[in-house]
């Protein structure tokens, strides 16, 4: 069975840090793009960092760009979203997913997830003092 899962969230004060975790069952993650989401409460899903298969070109919302790092784990089966300089708006519960294609699918800075067929179980991030 194929399973993604997310960890790592958790409380943290607005500059500190976090580090996410999407882990795989089922099969290998370095063979996809993998796609980090959040939805804040009352808010839109909105696209947070994406990193391709292959080539391994990463991809950042403008809200997270210098702060936000994607990276892959190749020998844990893992992808993790290194989140530094927490800000309050940064709250939210994040989920990665993957639509089975190699290339992350950004258009206009938008993160499209209509084919988004795997999605990790959702790790809250709350930054707050």
């Known amino acids: 069975e194929v399973q993604l899962q997310a960890s790592g969230g958790g409380l943290v004060q607005p500059g500190g840090s976090l580090r996410l975790s999407c882990e795989a069952s089922?099969?290998?993650?370095?063979?996809?793009?993998i796609t980090w989401f959040r939805q804040a409460p009352g808010k839109e899903r909105e696209g947070v960092s994406c990193?391709?298969?292959?080539?391994?070109?990463?991809y950042y919302a403008d809200s997270v760009k210098g702060r936000f790092t994607i990276s892959r784990d190749i020998a844990n089966n893992a992808v993790y979203l290194q989140m530094n300089s927490l800000k309050v708006e940064d709250t939210a519960v994040y989920y990665c997913?993957?639509?089975?294609?190699?290339?992350?699918?950004?258009?206009?800075?938008?993160?499209?997830?209509?084919?988004?067929?795997?999605w990790g179980n959702g790790t809250q991030v709350t930054v707050s003092s």
């Open positions: 997913a993957t639509d089975g294609r190699l290339r992350c699918m950004v258009v206009d800075g938008k993160f499209l997830d209509n084919d988004m067929n795997y």
């Open positions: 990193i391709n298969s292959g080539d391994y070109n990463r």
């Open positions: 089922g099969f290998t993650l370095n063979y996809y793009a």
